[in-house]
C-alpha cells in the first residue's frame, strides 16, 4: 500500500509540475487555445501575430459613387499602412492568467481584430481634388451663369446648381478609409449645395426664363408621314436681334418676332415636303427603277396662308397639331406621297396594273397614244381628277363613246375602247390612240369601281 500510495504521490508532483511548467511557457504569448482571425496562435507574442496578419490583409482601391458616375482612389501614393498590435496587446493583457491554461482545453478563446488604418492625409487630398468630377465642380464655383445658342435653340448654363462641398466630403472619405470601408457614396444631397446669383445673373435667369417659353411653342406641324415640332432647334431662329446681336425685347418685356424668319422657315417647310412635278424613283412591277418627272400628282402647301398662320399663331401663344393648308392636296400626305395604292402604266410593255395596299388586283394590257403621228402619251405621275360613265368624247376628226372615262392630265384619260379586238404589243407605235389610255371594257368596268377621284397613276417609258 506503501509503495502504490508513493508512486500516485510521485504521479501527482510530475502532473503539478508539468501543468505550471506549460503555466510558465505561456506567459511570453498567447495563452493555450487561443484563436486570431482563424490562426491558432498559442505562444506566439503581439508582434507576431501582427506579422502573420499583415501578411494577408489585403492594399485596397478606394470607389466614390458621385451623381455622374465612379471614381477610384488608387491605394498606390497613399502610403496606406495596417497595425493590429493595439488590439492584439489588449487581447494578451486580458487573457494573461498562464495558470488558467486548462480551462482552454474545453473551452477554447476565438477572437476576430481588425486593424488601426492609417493613409498621407496630404497624398489623399490631391488625389480626390484631382478627380474629373471634383475638378468640374470647383471650376464651376468660378463660372457665371450664361446664355448660349446651341443646337436645340438658346440654352441656359448654370454652373452654380448641385456643386460638391469638397471639405465635407473629404472629411467623409478619411473617415471611411480609416474605418476599413471600400467605399463611399457621395450621391447624397446634403453633401451638395447651390451658390447665390449675382444680380447680372438673376437677370440672366429671366430673360431665359421668357427666350424659353418662346421658343417652346408648342405648335407641332403634322405633315402626313412626319410630325414638324416648333422647338428651340427652329424657333431660336424666330427671336429678332438688335444691331448688337443681342436679345431684342418688346415692351411687354418679351422676345420680338422676326416674322421674316417665320417666312423663311414656311418656305423651306415647303421646300421639304412640296411633291408636285418633283422627279421621282420608281420601281416597276417587272423590278425596273425608273425615274419619273414631271405630272400633275403630289402635295403642294399654300405659302402664303401657311406664314400667315404661323405669325398669327406664335403672337397668340396657340399650342396645337397643326394640318397645313394645300394648295393641292396629294392622295397621300407628306414626302411618300405615292405608297402601296397606285395604278401604273408602262408605256413601254404595253401593261397596266392596279395596286391596293400592296396587293395587285388588275393586270392588263392597254394601247396609249399612237407614235406615229406624235400623239405619245405623256409620261409623269398624275392622278385621276374626274371620273365619268356613258360619255362621248371628241376631239379633232374623232367622235368615240366609252362606257367607262377616268381623266388623268387634260384631254387625256383611262377609258374603255370597245372598237379594238386587240390590246398590248406594238400596236401603239403606228395605230395608236390620240394619247388616252385604251383599255378591255370588262377590265375597265372593274377598274373604275376601285379607284376614286385623286388616285394616283404612275405612266413611264
Known sequence: ???????????????VAGYFGVARYYETGFPFGTWINGHYVTGLSVSQVNEMLLE??????FHLRF??????????????????????????????????????????????????????EEALREKFLSLPQVQDDMANREKEVTISRGLHGYELEDPHLHLLKTEEAFARICESIGSGASGLDLTDDD???DLPYSDEEL???????????????????????????????????FVNLNDEGGILLGAN??????????????????????????????????????????????????????????????????RETHIPTYKQQAFVRGKQDILD???????????????????????????TGNLARKNDTPAGVDYIYYKQKNRTLRGPNYTSFVYYWMAIIRHIGIHDATW??????????????????????????????????????????
Open 420 to 461: 379594238r379586238k386587240e390590246f398590248g404589243g406594238d400596236i401603239y407605235k403606228t395605230q395608236g390612240s390620240h394619247g388616252c389610255i385604251n383599255t378591255p371594257k370588262e377590265t375597265m368596268a372593274e377598274l373604275y369601281d376601285m379607284v376614286d377621284v385623286g388616285f394616283p397613276v404612275v405612266l413611264f417609258y
Open 253 to 318: 418685356g418679351k422676345p420680338v418676332l422676326d416674322e421674316s424668319a417665320v417666312e423663311a422657315f414656311v418656305d423651306h417647310l415647303c421646300e421639304e415636303y412640296d411633291t408636285l412635278g418633283k422627279e421621282r424613283i420608281f420601281t416597276a412591277t417587272d423590278g425596273e427603277v425608273v425615274t419619273i418627272e414631271g405630272g400633275t400628282y403630289g402635295n403642294q402647301l399654300d405659302a402664303k396662308a401657311e406664314k400667315k398662320y404661323l405669325i398669327d399663331a406664335l403672337k397668340q401663344g396657340i
Open 191 to 193: 453633401l451638395y449645395e
Open 1 to 15: 500500500m506503501k509503495k502504490h500510495v508513493t508512486i500516485l504521490l510521485i504521479l501527482a508532483l510530475i502532473l
Open 67 to 120: 451623381p455622374e458616375g465612379e471614381e477610384v482612389l488608387t491605394a498606390e501614393g497613399m502610403d496606406l499602412g495596417f497595425d493590429y498590435r493595439k488590439q492584439l496587446t489588449n487581447l494578451e493583457q486580458m487573457n494573461r492568467e498562464p495558470l488558467f491554461w486548462g480551462r482552454n482545453l474545453l473551452f477554447p478563446e476565438k477572437y476576430m481584430v481588425t486593424p488601426e488604418i492609417s493613409f498621407d
Open 341 to 367: 395604292s397606285y395604278i401604273e402604266i408602262d408605256l413601254t410593255d404595253q401593261m397596266m396594273y392596279l395596286y391596293l395596299e400592296g396587293e395587285k388586283k388588275i393586270e392588263t394590257p392597254i394601247v
Open 56 to 61: 494577408e490583409t489585403p492594399v485596397w482601391d
Open 203 to 237: 437677370e440672366r435667369l429671366a430673360l431665359f426664363e421668357k427666350l424659353d417659353d418662346f421658343q417652346n411653342t408648342g405648335i407641332i406641324y403634322d405633315m402626313g408621314d412626319a410630325l414638324v415640332t416648333l422647338d428651340g432647334a427652329i424657333t431660336a431662329d
